[in-house]
């Protein structure tokens, strides 16, 4: 059965600098899905781990307010 979270872990249209950060998130839940069982579970951590690699691409392109601004 294919999991359509998967969608979302797609890193090859990124710039080279995002993909760096979103590809290590992209394998991690490749490996679930082969690892893991189909379960409610799985889910959940698949889920958390697209939160957590859209916080680390946001943070790869946050940029420091201007001083006085």
Known sequence: ME????????????????RAVSQPFGDLARWMVEAVPPNAERAEALRKLLEAKGCAVRAALYKEPAAGG
């Open 3 to 18: 999991e359509p979270l998967m969608q979302f872990f797609a890193y090859g249209h990124l710039p080279s600098h995002l």
